[in-house]
C-alpha cells in the first residue's frame, strides 16, 4: 500500500440518467485534475428521486451506470467506486449494487446492499426501499490492492450496524466506502458520528461520497462527503453543494493509529 489521494464526490442526482452521468464525470474529471487515484460516487448518483421511474428505467440505468464506471476508469486510468445503482433482479425489483472497477476497467468488485431502508422518520417522510429493492444476502467485500489497500465496500445505511463493519476489518479492510443518500433529517444529527464511529472503532480510514440538495418535491439529501483518518479526524468535507472531498490515505497513519490504540486486538467477545 502507497500513500494515495483519494476524492469522495459530492452530487444532486436527480430521475435524469443522463443529466446525473454528465454531473458524475465532470466531478470525476476536477477529482482527477486535482490527483485523486481513487475516487468514490455516492449512491444512486446515476437515478435518485423517483422509485416508479427508476423500476421503469432499470435495465437502462443499469447498463448505462455499469458501462459508465468501467469507461472513465479507463478514460483517467483511476480506481472507481459506484457507490450504489439499481440492477435488474427476477420480480420487477433491483439490487441497490456498489461497483468498484479498477484503472483498467475491470469489475474487482461487487456489493449488493443488504440493510434495506424502511423507516417512518419523526419530519412526516416514510422511506420503504424493500418496495424497489432485494436485500443482498453475502457479506460485502475486501478487495486487497496492492496500492491502495484493502478496501471494504458498503453502502448508506450499512452505517448503522457495526458488525457489518466489524466482519471487514476482520477481513483485513483499511479503507472503509460508505456511499450514501442520506437523508436531511437524519443525516445533521447521525451521519458524521456514526462515520466517525465507524473509522475509530475499526481503525480505518473511512470514505463516504453522498448526495445532497433536493432530489424531487419530498427527497432531501443532507451532503457532507467526508473522508476521516482512523483516529476519527475529519479530513475532508464537501459542505452541502455538489463537489469533491480530497485527502491522503497515509499507510504510516494506519500503522501509527493502531499501534497507538490496538483494540481490534483486545476483543473480548467475537
Not at 36 to 41: F, K, W, Y
Not at 205 to 230: E, K
Request: hydrophobic share 40%; proline share 6%.
Amino acid at each position: 500500500m502507497k500513500s494515495y489521494l483519494a476524492a469522495a464526490i459530492q452530487m444532486n442526482s436527480l430521475p435524469d440518467l443522463h443529466k446525473n452521468l454528465a454531473q458524475a464525470e465532470e466531478l470525476i474529471d476536477l477529482a482527477v485534475r486535482r490527483g485523486a487515484e481513487l475516487v468514490g460516487l455516492p449512491e444512486n448518483f446515476s437515478f435518485l428521486g423517483d422509485e416508479n421511474a427508476k423500476l421503469a428505467q432499470s435495465d437502462a440505468i443499469a447498463q448505462e451506470s455499469e458501462k459508465f464506471i468501467k469507461t472513465m476508469a479507463q478514460r483517467f486510468q483511476v480506481s472507481i467506486l459506484g457507490g450504489g445503482f439499481p440492477i435488474p433482479v427476477d420480480g420487477g425489483k433491483v439490487h441497490n449494487t456498489a461497483l468498484l472497477v479498477n484503472p483498467s476497467g475491470q469489475e474487482v468488485a461487487r456489493y449488493e446492499k443488504v440493510h434495506l431502508f424502511d423507516v417512518n422518520l419523526p419530519d412526516g417522510n416514510t422511506y420503504q426501499e424493500s418496495e424497489t429493492v432485494v436485500a443482498g444476502l453475502r457479506v460485502p467485500p475486501v478487495y486487497p490492492s496492492k496500492e491502495l489497500g484493502n478496501l471494504g465496500l458498503s453502502v448508506c445505511y450499512d452505517v448503522r450496524f457495526p458488525e457489518l463493519y466489524r466482519q471487514l476489518s476482520q477481513m483485513g479492510a483499511d479503507v472503509l466506502f460508505i456511499p450514501a443518500a442520506f437523508t436531511a433529517y437524519t443525516g445533521k444529527d447521525h451521519w458524521q458520528v456514526l462515520l466517525q464511529a465507524r473509522a475509530i472503532e475499526n481503525t480505518c480510514y473511512v470514505i463516504a461520497p453522498a448526495q445532497t440538495g433536493r432530489h424531487n418535491s419530498i427527497r432531501q439529501s443532507h451532503g457532507h462527503a467526508m473522508i476521516i483518518d482512523p483516529w476519527g479526524v475529519i479530513l475532508a468535507d464537501a459542505g452541502d453543494e455538489p463537489g469533491v472531498a480530497i485527502a491522503a490515505i497515509e499507510p504510516t497513519r494506519l500503522e501509527q493509529v493502531r499501534r497507538q490504540m490496538p483494540s481490534l486486538q483486545h476483543r473480548v467477545f467475537i
